[in-house]
């Protein structure tokens, strides 16, 4: 079946380190690609999403590669800040009318000051 | 444009109880989806409405339920409640299978069960 295995948290940096966060998936066919974000309290946003290999997604400084050959959609960013601290879901739904969203179980990241 | 909206917020109930959810969608969208995110285990999905019609629903059992209306806001009906029911229930809509892969989320409703 279609799942999604993201690195476990929680994950725990200084304001301006590298992050990486690593997600891999398993789908049949051509899934699309996303990274939510959820902020202390508040509901999900979308952070950035790819919907075919190779599509690169961005926004707010973060960055995800669609790698079909590694099945991989790693979330990076190059200078983390204090309020980047949120929890991170990496997801895929596939192209067909079974329009769920299949997420992984989610990574919190803390940046400290 | 308005997000997404839920209500209430908070809703405290008692085991045995039924609870009812509310979604309003973004204007426009005719797809409703409810998740469920319990601690520790991710977020789940149950149920998708699209056009007043149920597409598909999740690996939980018939007690939960719901329906869209004909304006496409959303219900979700939990009956006899249990003490893991307890979780943020999450509704987000799109613009319908054959529009845009995304879905915006809501801010959520905290059921706890007590």
């Known amino acids: 079946g279609n799942s999604v295995t993201q690195m476990e948290g929680p994950v725990t940096l200084s304001e301006e380190a590298f992050l990486t966060i690593n997600c891999t998936y398993t789908a049949t066919g051509y899934p699309s690609l996303f990274w939510y974000v959820q902020y202390p309290g508040e509901g999900l946003q979308l952070l950035l999403k790819a919907t075919k290999a190779d599509d690169k997604g961005s926004n707010k400084g973060f960055e995800a590669t669609y790698r079909k050959e590694t099945t991989s959609f790693h979330l990076e960013k190059g200078s983390v800040q204090v309020s980047d601290s949120a929890v991170y879901f990496c997801?895929?739904?596939?192209?067909?009318?079974?329009?769920?969203?299949?997420f992984g179980k989610g990574t919190r990241l803390h940046i400290l000051p | 444009e308005a997000g997404v909206t839920q209500s209430p917020t908070h809703l405290i109930k008692t085991r045995g109880q039924q609870a009812t959810l509310r979604c309003s969608p973004i204007s426009g969208h005719t797809s409703v989806y409810w998740y469920q995110q319990a601690l520790g285990l991710g977020l789940q999905f149950l149920l998708w409405?699209?056009?007043?019609?149920?597409?598909n629903r999740g690996n939980f059992p018939p007690r939960f339920s719901g329906r869209q209306f004909p304006n496409y806001s959303s219900e979700l009906n939990v009956n006899a409640l249990e003490l893991e029911d307890s979780a943020l229930y999450l509704c987000?809509?799109?613009?319908?299978?054959?529009?845009?892969?995304?879905?915006?989320f809501g801010p959520g409703t905290r059921l706890t069960v007590t």
């Open positions: 409405y699209d056009e007043g019609e149920e597409r």
């Open positions: 987000a809509s799109s613009l319908g299978p054959r529009g845009s892969y995304e879905q915006y």
């Open positions: 997801a895929l739904k596939r192209a067909n009318r079974d329009d769920k969203i299949i």
